[in-house]
């Protein structure tokens, strides 16, 4: 797969050919960027922890 709007950068996308398909990787090469992602713990519950309070930034007065 290619982008257009990164003047042809490519995408591959590496998924599993057995059992269920599970995209495992998707590897991206553009003119100036090389980047790999991987993904794992399939079927495995996700934990989403809250931010401790001193590391939450307030930006209710933004743009008032």
Known sequence: MTDAEDKGGTYTFHVATEDKPYLLRVDY???D???TTTFSAFEKPLRIDAPDE???LDL???GS
């Open 29 to 31: 090469e553009g003119t």
């Open 33 to 35: 960027l090389r980047t």
């Open 54 to 56: 001193d590391k939450v």
């Open 60 to 62: 209710g007065g933004i």
